[in-house]
């Protein structure tokens, strides 16, 4: 056991990871279903206004984005934390951060990049034009992984509560809106046919530095939750 | 001789005591500074070429949002002072700070919005920074969910810090927005490096009730942390000394 490596340790925990959600794969449509059902309710209460809808597509797109990341954020440690597992983690001897970045990674895969796969069919049934489809395309996959990585943090410190839910949406929501507004601006961009360079660069530059940052402070928090 | 310093101010019971030495000062001070910046703010200084009697608002405004950033940055460094070096009264400062602090954005949000309206003919604007001021005040609505949530103290303290430290990229954002983004808020009348573009008579009053804020957070904070003391070693023996005397 003390000769695995941290590359095997990473993949390892990787794949079971994976391995368990496909064994739940009920599971993984849901927060997909959700995304487009969130979606698809803006439409219904705006009312049939092409105009209006076609003005707020992206926004709505990515409102519900960030509602689909949020609900499903509560599962990324909660049956690691019921059965124990979460605990051997802790003791291991690799860095719990690199540990805690396969975790998050293996939670993207599951949860954002599905929201990836049908965001240009959302797209299209909110009017928006083919032209900036792949820029929504690019902001969601560079705007869903910071997403995991921010809300990580904030699963960890709420991971040791009984109704850590609420508390969880209170902590991460206001710290997604940067992502959330740079990514709106630039699809709002893209659809005048103005270059979105700015916006991407600032949204790469996000991921980055959250890519580097949050995996430590989701460590951090987890020793706490579990002292 | 800093060393000792720090090391008595790491017990809860010296702390204890020098703060309640300390509360009356800073109350006097901020009792002073009040008077004065209000009075010289709301009778001394003149009306506004532009804006007349209404831009007096300012003499809150303007202290009241400075405090919200400045606790935020006393919160997120003595956030990463106790989780660094474990160090107990930084960790209450960091909790007794949030209420405060949060009351602060919501006075800044609140004279801001009041000041809005007969000057930009709106209560509120989604602009840069009233944005992120908002978001300051759901910060500091998150940090004071989750030290409520958690049952043990001083777990919720460290889970706190670092929430504390994790927001703290959002006070860049607030500085810098109405300079990044040019919107409807305007831009900073005082920088450190240029000439105030404010004349004297105005800005001596604003900077005496930017003194007086920060005295009166460090009254209550003080408070607050003496209070939190006390509850954290009510089963210390001098904690319960001093309840005996109290009750006599």
């Not at chain 1, 698809?40 to 092409?50: H, Q, R, S």
């Not at chain 1, 860095?95 to 299209?124: E, R, Y």
């Not at chain 2, 409520?148 to 430290?165: H, N, P």
Request: glycine share 6%; proline share 5%.
């Amino acid at each position: 056991m003390s000769t695995l490596s941290l590359t095997s340790a990473f993949s390892l925990l990787l794949k079971r990871d994976l391995v368990l959600a496909y064994r739940r794969r009920a599971e993984l449509v849901n927060p997909m279903l959700f995304f487009v059902l969130v979606t698809a309710m803006f439409p219904l209460g705006i009312g049939n206004d092409t105009k209006l809808i076609e003005a707020v597509g992206p926004g709505v797109i990515w409102v519900a984005a960030l509602l689909a990341a949020l609900l499903s954020l509560d599962s990324m440690f909660r049956s690691d934390y019921d059965d124990g597992s979460l605990e051997q983690f802790m003791l291991s001897a690799h860095p719990v951060s690199i540990l805690v970045l396969a975790k998050i990674l293996a939670h993207w895969l599951v949860t954002g990049l599905p929201l990836f796969i049908v965001a240009p069919l959302l797209a299209v049934l909110l009017n928006i034009p083919a032209s900036a489809i792949p820029t929504l395309m690019l902001t969601l996959i560079l705007g869903t992984p910071v997403l995991s990585l921010i809300g990580s943090v904030g699963v960890a410190l709420t991971v040791g509560l009984r109704r850590g839910g609420v508390i969880l949406s209170l902590l991460v929501l206001p710290l997604f809106v940067p992502v959330l507004i740079f990514a709106t601006d630039a699809v709002k961009t893209a659809i005048v046919g103005i270059p979105t360079t700015a916006q991407l660069s600032i949204l790469s530059a996000m991921l980055v530095g959250s890519l580097v940052l949050a995996p430590m402070a989701t460590a951090a928090s987890l020793r706490i939750s579990l002292s | 001789m800093i060393i000792r310093f720090f090391h008595q101010m790491g017990s809860p019971r010296y702390f204890y005591n020098v703060a309640g030495k300390m509360i009356p000062w800073f109350m006097a001070g901020f009792l002073i500074t009040l008077v004065l910046g209000l009075y010289n703010g709301l009778f001394v200084a003149p009306p506004d070429y532009q804006q007349g009697e209404s831009y007096r608002i300012v003499y809150i405004h303007v202290p009241a949002a400075w405090m919200s950033m400045f606790i935020y940055v006393v919160m997120a460094v003595s956030g990463l002072i106790s989780l660094v070096w474990r160090i107990k009264m930084t960790e209450i400062i960091v909790i007794s700070s949030a209420t405060v602090g949060a009351s602060f954005t919501f006075l800044a949000l609140a004279t801001g919005s009041l000041w809005g309206k007969p000057m930009w003919g709106t209560w509120w604007v989604w602009d840069a920074r009233l944005t992120s001021e908002l978001l300051l005040l759901f910060l500091y609505l998150g940090i004071i969910a989750l030290h409520s949530a958690i049952e043990d103290k001083r777990v919720a303290a460290r889970a706190v810090s670092i929430l504390a430290l994790v927001g703290v990229v959002n006070i860049p954002i607030i500085h810098y927005s109405v300079e990044w983004w040019n919107t409807l808020h305007q831009p900073a009348t005082i920088t450190k490096f240029d000439k105030p573009s404010m004349d004297m008579s105005m800005l001596i009053p604003l900077l005496t009730m930017a003194i007086s804020f920060k005295l009166y957070y460090g009254a209550v904070v003080l408070m607050r942390a003496r209070a939190e003391i006390v509850e954290r070693e009510r089963n210390s023996r001098w904690v319960q000394e001093l309840v005996e005397k109290e009750a006599k």
